[in-house]
DNA sequence: CTGTTAGCGCCTTCAC
DNA sequence: GTGAAGGCGCTAACAG
């Protein structure tokens, strides 16, 4: 193909109309055993590829998928990708990648971007679902899958999420058990409604009923990455009374938290806990190998493909609630009392 | 916006003929105060957005990236990724990802469709360049980068890549000035010619320049991840003549070796010495700290987006080889006999 | 300055 | 079965 050829090229060349062409292309209506032949020998020569995007105009449609997440270097997100993936390429959807790193204006700002591009569908995982997102929602009409926490909107749009409260509950529960008494927690981002707010509510939760004190300067809320987790680290243990167990809010957070404690002289676990979250591939890998609350990313995104792929087609989805399962994983890290 | 705007109906409603809302919406040409706040208010009103897929009919572009990597998993490409996001969405363009898990049918696969959908351009690390590829990037016209390699095409497109010969044969070099004789190599994939071909040639280079011994049963090509690593360190160490260090051409798969030499009674680096490559985030964060050929991918994605950008905008490039720097950073997992 | 018109490349009635 | 014609939503001459 030397100079972009059109539909109609290949048709003069075929000595037939654009509307047969069109018709062998897209196998979209009966077409003698003959012109089928000449249209796809001139086709074949030529090495023709039919304009994605004049398609896409006509047919309403761009077989692409906005997929919105935080962040992409974490191996969580990452996970979630290569599931989404998986399965959007069988349907023949690609993916249109955006990272908003946690800050709401550019969220907007991609959802935006998605809608003007004509996305198929988009696929997102929230930080905090704002008024300014409840708006989006309520007034376009593109598929969507939100990916990692419950959201309710008026459209009702499906979402796939661990049970965050209770998982954090239940993590926070298993360090009390372990004797542990001075807990402290390192939540996700201020504005981060599934590994912030949630996670630190089921902490609490799991705090008040065993009657155990309730520290603010217990609690940082930062960014998922191995240098947050550092600095929250150091930000917990440069009070005066030291917890005994840390319950960090993704592996990556723990990671860092249990370097800045081995570079200041704390062993782990003996002289504290660190539990994480995620499993992330390197949690085994690591030493001391990490007790984490597992999810499986690629499993999830999976599932929400899945899920957008049946919105798009139309299919009437089963349940807008896709809580999937997760596992407390003990490892090393942590220990009793 | 309830139904589908067009530019028609936004016309219509302000008085004035399509072409004139076409103007004010792109600033295109001077339009009367006064239309243009007429436009402008119906637009506010209508929520009205252009569709830029019949945008992009018209103008020819589609301010689409293809990106095509071999894995989202691995950190050092999703490093690579932030680096082309952030300076891509200065210019207006969105990345469309794919990855290739290192399979040649995939990579062709979709740079075909990269080509199908319009995209503006590509980034692409490849995993070996064949005859199909060439064929591929000489017939096509789209604009294209390249990432981790040194490749050659009749079109001229630019590489961004570190001297992976030249980096593996002074990792190399460091072992043996560490006095190790016994040296193994954990290399890319089998048909990879970055992390595979190039750096087991600048190892093999250093061996033999040193006279020491080359075992075959000493080389593995897989890929990089965790598992994989793992492997390869089982299969190394399955051998009755055992290396005293292990040179392996990704961090994923220096600590997959890590944790099977530590699993199976070795110590890191007592009993044996381990390089990495890459310099990954956790390589500081792991025990023991990995010793390994330092990359910047968030730099290279950056230097590989711009130079995309000067492709499409028509600037002339100033050098095809876009050599970046590498350092050789020794920590913990090496030491000398 | 503004409106009319002709496509961009493709699909889809609608007649033949 | 096949071709002609209209249109998807937008931009860019071309007149006025």
Redesign the interface.
Known sequence: ?QIKSSIKDIAKRANVSVSTVSRVLNNSKYVSEDLKRRVLSVVEET?F??????R??VNKK?S?IGVLIPR??N?FF??L??GI?EVLQTYGY??????SYNEIEKELEYL??F????LDGIIFSVTEFTDQHKNFFG?TVVPTVFLGQKVETLKKYPYVTIDNIKAAYEATRYLIKQKHKRIAIMAGPEKDCATGDNRLQGYLEALKEAGLPLYTSWQTRRYH??DDGYYAASQIMSQSEKPTAIFACSDQQA??A??YL?EHGYRVPEDISVMGFDDV??A????PKLTTVKQNPVDMGATAARLLIDQIHGNSLTALENLVPYRLVVRESTKSL
């Open positions: 193909m090495g590829k039919p304009n994605m995007v004049a896409g105009l761009t692409l992409i270097s191996n990452s996970k990708i290569e993936e690609n993916i249109l990648l955006s990272t935006n971007i809608e003007d591009r004509q007034e990455t191995i990671l860092g249990i370097n081995r591939d390197l085994t890998v690591f030493r």
